[in-house]
């Protein structure tokens, strides 16, 4: 039994599917069951972090346990009592989503999110793999409604690039590390084929669509006032701040064989990701 968190999101999802795809037995945790949409013979529970108990009944059972990662600056420690109680359940093996640059000082405060969850799997005891991904090909859906209305998307990293990955080359790591051996003890830093920047992939967006996709540079103080215009908190927004500036700054030009050396394949392209998703583009 593989309990996978986050099996709603992005990336949980995906590894709820490519695991019940190979046979595995899989419990979904999802604050909301009645949003879940899984494959069938999921078993779908309800869990919150807040709410230990929750979590504890979720693990009963579980052999493994797929850790998404952290949301801001307010959950650095949910990995770390998330692990404890696995431990507890008696888990096997661990495979905690985290982000690329993790621990690195120049990425600024979101550089320290996932430490003490990376720092929990692997004091844990247990059999943990750490993944560190790059920027997602999927960020790039957000700006689906400023496409579809003919507006320039933002650009906050100007000349920065990143080895844009492909969500289902991460969750395809994480199923493999969960289900074979030879993970443990390991961390995976996580890109795509190439180097791009903002306007790099808004340019395959126009080609792909067939239709142009401005964009426009924000200053960071043009950023910092939207982000606060939509809500975010002070301490979320100093730290997607500070880490744009590493990515303009060209901290996070990175790539990586570890999707190859894991999957035996050559990671997707971000071409073929906006392929695969060119009508969700095209929705308002």
């Known amino acids: 039994m593989i309990l996978v968190t986050g099996a709603t999101g992005t990336i949980g999802s995906e590894v709820v599917r490519q695991l019940t795809a190979r046979g595995a037995k899989v419990r979904a945790l999802t604050r909301d069951p009645s949003r879940a949409r899984t494959p069938a013979g999921v078993e779908v529970v309800r869990g919150d972090f807040d709410e230990p108990a929750s979590v504890a009944e979720a693990l009963?059972?579980?052999?493994?346990?797929?850790?998404?990662?952290?949301?801001?600056?307010?959950?650095?420690?949910?990995?770390?009592?998330?692990?404890?109680?696995?431990?507890?359940?008696?888990?096997?093996?661990?495979?905690?989503?985290?982000?690329?640059?993790?621990?690195?000082?120049?990425?600024?405060?979101?550089?320290?999110?996932?430490?003490?969850?990376e720092q929990a799997v692997r004091d844990s005891g247990l059999e943990w793999t750490v993944l560190r991904p790059s920027s997602?090909?999927?960020?790039?859906?957000?700006?689906?409604?400023?496409?579809h209305t003919g507006q320039p998307v933002a650009d906050r990293t100007g000349p920065g690039t990143q080895g844009v990955v492909d969500p289902r080359d991460v969750s395809e790591v994480a199923a493999e590390a969960l289900l074979t051996p030879g993970h443990s003890g390991r961390t995976y830093t996580l890109t795509g084929p190439e180097l791009l920047t903002t306007?790099?992939?808004?340019?395959?967006?126009?080609e792909v669509l067939g239709r142009p996709v401005g964009t426009v540079e924000l200053s960071p103080e043009e950023a910092r006032e939207q982000f606060l215009r939509a809500g975010m908190p002070e301490a979320y927004v100093q730290g997607v701040l500070a880490g744009a500036a590493y990515v303009r700054g060209g901290g996070n030009a990175v790539l990586t064989e570890d999707v190859r050396q894991v999957l035996g394949r050559e990671p997707r392209t971000f071409a073929r990701w906006a392929r695969d998703h060119k009508e969700a583009f095209a929705q308002d």
């Open 199 to 206: 306007a790099d992939q808004a340019a395959t967006l126009a």
């Open 136 to 147: 997602f090909a999927s960020n790039t859906l957000s700006w689906a409604h400023t496409i």
């Open 60 to 117: 009963a059972g579980a052999t493994a346990l797929f850790a998404v990662g952290v949301l801001g600056p307010d959950d650095a420690e949910t990995d770390a009592a998330l692990v404890t109680a696995a431990r507890a359940a008696g888990v096997g093996r661990v495979v905690k989503l985290s982000a690329i640059g993790t621990g690195d000082p120049a990425v600024g405060p979101s550089g320290t999110w996932h430490l003490p969850g």
